[in-house]
């Protein structure tokens, strides 16, 4: 299917598997931890859907906070006002979000560079903007509270412990469909464009079919985690659009490594960590960290993945 | 490099990474040993633009801990307290109160400054059965939705815009206003609220104007509600904002009677906006010039120890833990049930005046109304109103201009 | 609508756009010569409004006459974070070959400025503190009446001559030095120019230099207009990034130009459609100008 | 004619790059094209392969006016071409760059199998001589391998007319003969081919018959000899220091 054979797709689901496997007693650690690791995972499946756009594309995007934002108010919305399942909400999210990555898929096909990187950003604002003025609909700058939480049957959802393997099970399920579309026929025609327009078009590809398909697979995903973001901390506000949410998505996917879809989870894992550890530190922390992301992207251009793979290499000589 | 490889590296390093910062993070710190202390979690924007009213905060709780603590803690138990900064982020704030819950194990958490991040953090604390003592989000939402281990220790939009609306339509009778805010919840709620208020009274709005958060030049703005031509202008924005729309509304020639809310109470305002802030009107719940006693004592003691004057931020952070005090003594018991009760019947003397709560949490604080007003060649606040802590009248601006 | 609210408006929206274009011409700058997306940019603004405060409180004086004096210290701090950081990166690039690799090194320098921003804010916040500054200055409380009812202090007036001047000695020392031609040579090819016999590493540091003391100077002459604090850089460099790319990345007179078209777009846009949607019309404009020309008004860089 | 060109104009500003150039092209032969520096050669191939639209003339292809199409359609009614600067998918490997035209061709979600398309990838490496570089990055290639990886990546899209941008230029002697033996070869295979070239050895050594242009405008048409003899020509090509033959 899709230019993957049974038998990659089965070897890179068993190590799917296994990391699953791995982190199943986490929740053990307390909620504090907990918490993290799911905040890490929705944090992930953003990044990595940005890296579908950026790491494989070659499309640089700065306001893909905005379609985190848009997934969890059309969730929020539908389940709050009309008494949709939150299950169905996360879904019409993810595809609300990517119609929405549609229509700034197509006007930006033209873009390259820092040209498209500010028009994402100019989105991005719309997008909050727009969640802050059109009240009647968004319920304004105050934001939302109360969302109801994912409904779970036997298993109240409320629960951090219960939460957290609904989202592993969800992570995985969606990190590893983005991993299968990357290697897919679809995920190598991606990968041309980014490589050489030119000649990608050149050899047939339709070069503006793909791209803007790439912003409308990114966006679906992102649009997902938002959902999920909104149901699980039950309280949205247009700041989750802010420039600042974008930068820090996609720093996550630049110093995790881009291009290789597990560099955005470590960067995910990495920066929502080093921020928790540098607490203590109050207002100094911030030193530590823009340093941080310098130096790591001075030597290591690509990512903490690069560092990774460096390390393991001197390790076996 | 086979791909399989490459794929096993990756995961193997993220459990890596969580585990080993699973570790590191529920490691718990060594204190003090023998004595028995109780934690309280002070949450504030310390980082990003809004830092300035963070340090307002951070400042005053620790302040505050010292001075339970020199008096013996509260019921024999010490305070100890935990800072986080949330830089007025969501995902931040929530995971800085889950530490706080899970692995400082706070028995109350104050804060915030941002509304949007206090109603974020305030599920996880309600189900987790701690305190959250409001010293400064004016929302008026958050003591709305029924939870009974919320607090608010200053008075919020409503009570401070409502009352604010009143004094003007009956003290200054305006029979036009211009309304200007900031683009965010504290913005649009206060715009809201006053102007349904003032128009029950016969006001006509003729301007409602917004800037975003991070604008440095009002004088757009400024220039449509200068052609509306009002009689007094309404305006909700921070400290920052606030001097910068005085001094360029006298920029652009704009001199009309500008009123305000409480966020401006402070003296690095009246640094920031010098002689154009004379005449402004403004909503104070603080005034660090009272001559009530226990007002004096937090002066003098914020002064002694940060060598500045307190906000009414500040001033609503110390309040925040007189209640938790006051409360806890009187419940006798930490149980957080009977003291979440306690606090709906303590009456005390705090910074802002008698504090008492309703049966929302809701902090009846008294409201007053200033005015910007040269006193021996300074520029200091003078009460207007209420009659009790009547300090000066009204004088139209144009009289302290003098030109 | 009354005429002189709209000519007020004008004039006003005219006035950001002044100031957007001087923000924006070092950013641009960069771009053209170094293929540098600096998302640090509002930084140096940010360290030029500080270092004014500071030397007028050690030494004394007006604001309008120790700009220059810190404008030239963030270029020499701008010159050391070239040697330190970017510097060697150049070196690397020369060897990337491929569409892919420029696009990742692009990425690797926006990333590698973000954490230079985010590290220089906190490091405004832990030297000077967050409460805002006001900087005394003798200008800011003149205020100059024009027929009409219009009237603006006389700071805002120095702001925009001081703006002025510096573009157009800018202008000039691109045109008429050498060292001007080099740096626009290095932005129209620099292999060509590397192969003409010009350090273009040289040519690096003095526009970095040029760049960052641009922003500094901006910082330092609308210090005393907005008041000064660690965020203010923040607040400025996203539009400046509108501006640049609205004019055409590297394109000197492009960001002019788009300066004043956001400025009024904003102002006629807060007229009509009310002032909530200031921003949304500024963005909506670039989205639209980018549509019908991709790279800009006057055409810039790719 | 598999292929004509009809008084092609393209200018750039006040430029006249291609200046009324009409051409025809036979089914299954080796068509040259040659000329000085900035003759309008490879704006020709642009102007063909729908990179650049002309502002006056029609190409038509197999029957089909294929003026002002874009240039993935073009390709995918088999019409390819390769670049000067050669363009490989640098970050990816010798055997996704050949798959990901035969992805497009042969359908991206269903039609050809995986097996196959690896096993047509495969036999198109082969044919190339690159089969053992099939795992290797790209961007590991020397210039030659990068050619042979370039005509590889466009026989891949099943082409019936291949056009070549000066496939020898810049290689070594050995290098030139691999890639004029791949020529001959995809010509025996049934396709047609047009070459650009600057090197006269290849051009008599492949093709059969040859265009001339110079300054945008076409001076001469016939086989390697009767060019080799025509005035304009060797004018054209003195102005250059160039020899005919060398």
């Known amino acids: 299917m899709l230019g993957i054979t049974g038998d990659l797709a089965l070897r890179i689901a068993k190590y799917y598997a296994l990391a699953f496997i791995l982190l199943l007693p986490l929740p053990l650690a307390g909620d504090y931890v907990t918490h993290l690791a799911i905040m890490i995972m929705l944090y992930s499946i953003t990044a990595a859907s940005l890296d579908i756009l950026v790491g494989y594309t070659g499309r640089l995007s700065l306001g893909h906070a905005a379609f985190y934002a848009i997934g969890a108010y059309t969730s929020t919305l539908l389940s709050m006002n009309l008494g949709v399942s939150p299950w169905v909400g996360i879904l019409a999210g993810g595809m609300l979000a990517s119609l929405f990555g549609l229509v700034l898929g197509i006007p930006s096909l033209k873009l390259r560079g820092p040209y498209l990187a500010i028009s994402t950003l100019g989105f991005g604002v719309i997008v909050q903007l727009m969640l802050i003025n059109l009240d009647w609909l968004t319920r304004g700058p105050l934001g939302i509270p109360g969302i109801p939480p994912l409904p779970g049957g036997p298993l109240d959802l409320r629960s951090k412990f219960s939460f957290y393997y609904v989202a592993l099970m969800l992570t995985s399920v969606a990190v590893y469909t983005l991993h299968m579309i990357s290697r897919s026929r679809i995920g190598k025609v991606l990968m041309s464009i980014r490589e050489d327009e030119d000649a990608a078009l050149s050899v ?45 998505i996609l720093s996550m996917t630049i110093i995790g490594g881009f291009g290789t879809l597990t560099g955005p989870l470590m960067g995910a894992a990495m920066l929502t960590i080093l921020q928790e550890l540098l607490r203590p530190y109050l207002e100094y922390r911030y030193l530590i960290y823009g340093a941080l992301i310098v130096i790591v992207m001075k030597f290591f251009p690509s990512g903490i993945y690069g560092f990774v793979q460096f390390l393991s290499r001197k390790v076996r000589g | 490099m086979p791909v399989s490889r490459n794929l096993l590296i990756g995961l193997v390093a993220v459990i890596a990474i969580v585990v080993i910062a699973a570790l590191l993070l529920t490691m718990r710190p ?281 906000a009414m931020y500040s001033a609503g952070v110390w309040d925040a833990f007189m209640t938790l005090k006051y409360a806890v003594e009187s419940a006798g018991t930490w149980d957080v049930d009977k003291v979440a009760d306690a606090i709906r019947k303590v009456r005390f003397e705090g910074a802002q005046g008698t504090i008492y709560y309703n049966e929302k949490g809701q902090a009846q604080t008294k409201v007053l109304l200033v005015q910007v007003q040269k006193v021996d060649g300074k520029l200091r606040r003078v009460i207007l109103y209420p009659e009790s802590d009547k300090e000066g009248v009204y004088i139209p601006p144009e009289r302290l201009w003098g030109s | 609508m009354q005429p002189t609210l709209f000519i007020e408006q004008t004039i006003l929206g005219l006035m950001m756009g002044g100031i957007y274009a001087a923000v924006g011409v070092g950013l641009t700058m960069i771009f053209g010569v170094m293929r540098l997306s600096n998302f640090a940019h509002g930084e140096f603004y940010m360290l030029g409004a500080f270092l004014t405060y500071a030397l007028v409180m050690a030494l004394g004086g007006d604001p309008y006459l120790l700009a220059p004096l810190s404008a030239i210290a963030v270029g020499l701090v701008g010159i050391a974070l070239n040697k330190l950081v970017f510097l060697s990166l150049y070196k690397e690039l020369r060897e990337a070959k491929g569409a892919a690799a420029f696009f990742f090194q692009d990425l690797r320098f926006i990333m590698l400025t973000i954490g230079l921003s985010i590290l220089l804010v906190d490091l405004a916040l832990v030297v000077w503190g967050p409460i805002p500054i006001a900087i005394p200055s003798v200008f800011t409380s003149h205020i100059v009446r024009l027929p009409g009812g219009l009237s603006f202090s006389l700071a805002r007036i120095m702001a925009f001559i001081v703006a002025t001047i510096s573009l157009i000695v800018l202008y000039t020392f691109l045109k008429i030095t050498k060292t001007g031609k080099a740096i626009r040579a290095t932005s129209q090819n620099p292999s060509a120019a590397a192969l003409v016999g010009i350090n273009t590493y040289r040519i690096y540091d003095v526009t970095m230099f040029i760049s960052t003391s641009l922003a500094a100077l901006s910082g330092s002459i609308l210090g005393p207009i907005y008041n000064v604090y660690p965020t203010m850089g923040l607040d400025v460099v996203a539009k400046a990034f509108v501006v640049v790319i609205t004019g055409g990345m590297g394109n000197l007179m492009g960001s002019i130009l788009a300066g004043f078209l956001i400025g009024l777009a904003e102002s006629w846009g807060g007229l009509f459609f009310g002032t909530e949607y200031r921003q949304v019309v500024a963005f909506l404009i670039m989205i639209l100008v980018l549509w019908f020309r991709p790279r800009g008004i006057l055409g810039g860089r790719s | 004619m598999i292929l004509e060109a009809q008084g092609v104009i393209k200018r750039f500003g006040g430029l006249v790059a291609v200046d009324d150039v009409s051409f025809g092209v036979r089914e299954r032969e080796v068509f040259g094209i040659i000329g000085p520096n900035g003759a309008g050669k490879t704006t020709l191939f642009n102007v063909i392969t729908g990179f650049y639209k002309p502002e006056k003339g029609r190409i038509i292809f197999q029957g089909v006016d294929i003026t002002g199409k874009k240039p993935n359609e073009i390709a995918r009614i088999g019409l390819t071409r390769t670049w000067q600067i050669v363009k490989p998918f640098l970050g990816m490997k010798v055997l996704d760059n050949v798959l990901v035209p035969i992805y497009v061709k042969r359908g991206i979600l269903r039609g050809i199998s995986e097996r196959e398309a690896i096993e047509r990838a495969e036999e198109i490496l082969e044919f190339v001589g690159l089969s053992h570089r099939r795992d290797f990055l790209a961007e590991t290639l020397p210039q030659g391998e990068r050619k042979r990886l370039e005509i590889a990546r466009a026989l891949a899209t099943e082409p019936k007319l291949l056009m070549l941008d000066e496939p020898a230029g810049g290689l070594t002697p050995t290098e030139m003969d691999e890639v004029m033996e791949v020529v001959r070869k995809v010509r025996e295979s049934g396709v047609t081919v047009i070459v650009i070239e600057h090197n006269m050895r290849v051009v008599t050594g492949i093709c059969e018959r040859i265009m001339v242009l110079n300054f945008g405008k076409k001076i001469a048409e016939g086989t390697p000899e009767d060019v080799a003899r025509n005035e304009e020509v060797i004018k054209a090509y003195l102005g250059e220091r160039f020899h005919v033959g060398g």
């Open chain 1, 204 to 248: 047939g590809v339709n070069v503006p079919l793909f791209k803007v398909l790439a912003f409308i697979i990114s966006t679906f995903f992102a649009g997902l985690s938002g959902g999920l973001y909104a149901h699980y901390i039950r309280y949205i506000s247009p700041a989750m659009s802010a420039l600042s949410e974008s930068i820090s």
């Open chain 2, 30 to 310: 060594i204190g003090p040993a023998g004595e028995e202390t109780v934690k309280i979690g002070l949450i504030a924007p310390l980082t990003g633009s809004l830092a300035e009213h963070g340090l307002d905060m951070k400042q005053a709780a620790i302040l505050a801990v010292e001075e339970i603590n020199s008096k013996g803690g509260i019921l024999g138990k010490k305070i100890e307290l935990v800072i986080e900064d949330t830089a007025c982020k969501a995902d931040l704030a929530t995971a800085a109160v889950q530490k706080m819950i899970t692995q400082d194990n706070v028995y109350a958490v104050v804060g915030e400054y941002c509304s949007t991040v206090t109603l974020a953090v305030q599920p996880a604390l309600m189900e987790s059965k701690k305190l959250l003592l409001v010293p400064v989000s004016v929302a008026t939402k958050i003591t709305e939705q029924g939870y009974k281990y919320t607090a608010r220790s200053c008075a919020n939009q409503w009570m401070q815009t409502t009352q604010h609306a009143d004094f003007i339509a009956e003290h200054l009778k305006p029979r036009t206003a211009a309304m200007l805010g900031v683009n965010d919840d504290y913005g649009r709620e206060g715009l809201k609220i006053w102007g349904d208020r003032v128009k029950e009274k016969g006001v006509r709005i003729v301007a409602e104007e917004y800037f975003d958060p991070g604008t440095t030049d009002f004088t757009p703005q400024l220039s449509k509600i200068k052609a509306a031509d009002p009689d007094i202008i309404f305006v909700v924005a921070n400290i920052r904002d606030a001097a910068n729309i005085l001094k360029q509304a006298h920029e652009i020639g704009l001199y009309k009677q500008f009123s305000m809310l409480g966020g401006v109470t402070s003296e690095e305002f009246l640094q920031l906006a010098g002689d154009d802030a004379l005449g402004l009107v403004h909503v104070s719940y603080f005034e660090p010039t009272s001559k009530r006693p226990v007002a004096q004592e937090f002066v003098q003691k914020f002064v002694q120890k940060w060598n500045r004057m307190p």
